[in-house]
């Protein structure tokens, strides 16, 4: 069974950092690009960072680069997201998701509220 499970979001003030995690399984976890998406209330879901299987390369959205930070264990088979200096805007569901030669599987998100 496929897993990919969030965590790590909340209620937080603007300027503060939160860190969000995605614990996988039932996949190969090291051969898999993973990335972050979001999906802001009333607007799209939206592609804000990629990291290759091995970690070597990211990829970021502008309105996040600088601020956010990709990260994998393959060991822990867990993708994270370090996110820095929050805005209001960064408000949404996050959620991860992974993507294979033949497979591509979604978290149930976590949600992140920046709000003073």
């Known amino acids: 069974q496929v897993l990919l499970v969030e965590s790590g979001g909340g209620l937080v003030q603007p300027g503060v950092s939160l860190r969000l995690s995605c614990a996988s399984s039932?996949?190969?976890?090291?051969?898999?690009?993973m990335r972050w998406y979001r999906r802001a209330p009333g607007k799209e879901r939206e592609l804000i960072a990629t990291?290759?299987?091995?970690?070597?390369?990211?990829v970021y959205v502008d309105s996040v680069k600088g601020r956010f930070t990709i990260s994998r264990d393959n060991a822990q088979m867990t993708v994270y997201m370090q996110m820095n200096s929050l805005k209001p805007e960064d408000t949404a569901v996050y959620y991860c998701n992974a993507i294979g030669r033949l497979y591509n599987h979604w978290g149930q998100g976590t949600q992140v509220t920046v709000s003073s």
């Open positions: 990291i290759t299987s091995t970690g070597d390369s990211t």
């Open positions: 039932g996949f190969t976890f090291s051969t898999a690009t």
